[in-house]
T-cell receptor, first 115, second 116 residues
Framework: AQSVTQLDSHVSVSEGTPVLLRCNYSSSYSPSLFWYVQHPNKGLQLLLKYTSAATLVKGINGFEAEFKKSETSFHLTKPSAHMSDAAEYFCVVSDITDSWGKLQFGAGTQVVVTP | EPEVTQTPSHQVTQMGQEVILRCVPISNHLYFYWYRQILGQKVEFLVSFYNNEISEKSEIFDDQFSVERPDGSNFTLKIRSTKLEDSAMYFC??????????????FGNGTRLTVT
């Protein structure tokens, strides 16, 4: 069975500084990995996905993530935080053992951006 | 861009009452899902639905829960007799024809269910 661990429950950054959200995964097979974002009172929006192509994945709003198989990690980064990045971020894994595409969510990282 | 829409955004109900949460998935999608998130906990899978039947369900999805796609556009989650512990945010999601698991799920904004 697959799982994800998000290493930080809360991250606080200053506007204009880099953001790093850490995620480690566990999967017996080649995983598909996703980052979703949830703004207050909004749904879960897909930021980016890794599906065994390029290991560096670019997403929306300037975010990117790097798949590192040797470290079983899929950390999310952004060079310069914006106030609108304040939200909760979820690292999500799926693999071929889930015939119907069930996703396993991490516990989430709450990002606070200060002026 | 097409969206998954959920209604209502917030539902308050008394313990023991039946509740129906409604979702309109993206129109050409084939796979449908319900997830829930109890306050302070992880987002959990409840059920997946394909070709007018349940394809997979979690241990949470007991006899009190049911899903239906009554008219080819709506996708509903019914809880027959709500308990306090059913209070959560419920998310509907859908997926198109792309290869599982590579194609992402598209989520709605959620329905916050409060059982009193």
């Amino acid at each position: 069975a697959q799982s994800v661990t998000q290493l930080d429950s809360h991250v606080s950054v200053s506007e204009g500084t880099p953001v790093l959200l850490r995620c480690n995964y566990s999967s017996s097979y080649s995983p598909s990995l996703f980052w979703y974002v949830q703004h207050p009172n909004k749904g879960l929006q897909l930021l980016l996905k890794y599906t065994s192509a390029a290991t560096l994945v670019k997403g929306i709003n300037g975010f990117e993530a790097e798949f590192k198989k040797s470290e079983t990690s899929f950390h999310l980064t952004k060079p310069s935080a914006h106030m609108s990045d304040a939200a909760e971020y979820f690292c999500v894994v799926s693999d071929i053992t889930d015939s119907w595409g069930k996703l396993q969510f991490g516990a989430g990282t709450q990002v606070v951006v200060t002026p | 861009e097409p969206e998954v829409t959920q209604t209502p955004s917030h539902q308050v109900t008394q313990m023991g009452q039946e509740v129906i949460l409604r979702c309109v998935p993206i129109s050409n999608h084939l796979y449908f899902y319900w997830y829930r998130q109890i306050l302070g906990q992880k987002v959990e899978f409840l059920v997946s639905f394909y070709n007018n039947e349940i394809s997979e369900k979690s241990e949470i999805f007991d006899d009190q829960f049911s899903v239906e796609r009554p008219d080819g556009s709506n996708f509903t989650l019914k809880i027959r007799s709500t308990k306090l512990e059913d209070s959560a945010m419920y998310f509907c999601a859908s997926r198109g024809r792309g290869q599982i698991p590579n194609s992402p799920l598209h989520f709605g904004n959620g329905t916050r269910l409060t059982v009193t």
